[in-house]
């Protein structure tokens, strides 16, 4: 059974850090692109930030030099660090893999929350 497990949401103020992490089981989690994704209440969900099996990343616009996604194959864990938060980054925030025959696992998401 594939679980994607995230943790590290929450409430913070504008300018403020978090550090979501996300634990893989039932996967070879090394061979899959991991990826965080989000959605704000009344919009899309939108890609924020992804790394490869050979630890390329890519970001949205919105979050280059403010956000890192950074992953430890000997922990099955994908890591997203958001600093200089805005309100404008508020969303539900989850977890994504994707294996090399595009078959793709979701978390549950953790919510998010900057105030302004």
């Known amino acids: 059974q594939v679980q994607l497990v995230e943790s590290g949401g929450g409430l913070v103020q504008s300018g403020g850090s978090l550090r979501l992490s996300c634990v893989a089981s039932g996967i070879a989690f090394s061979r899959y692109t991991m990826g965080w994704y989000r959605q704000a209440p009344g919009k899309q969900r939108e890609l924020v930030a992804t790394?490869?099996?050979?630890?390329?990343?890519n970001y949205v616009n919105s979050v280059k030099g403010r956000f890192s996604v950074s992953r430890d194959n000997a922990k099955d864990t994908v890591a997203l660090q958001m600093n200089s938060l805005k309100p404008e980054d508020t969303a539900v925030y989850s977890c994504n893999a994707l294996s090399p025959f595009n078959v793709e696992y979701w978390g549950q998401g953790t919510q998010v929350t900057v105030s302004s």
């Open positions: 790394i490869t099996e050979g630890g390329t990343t």
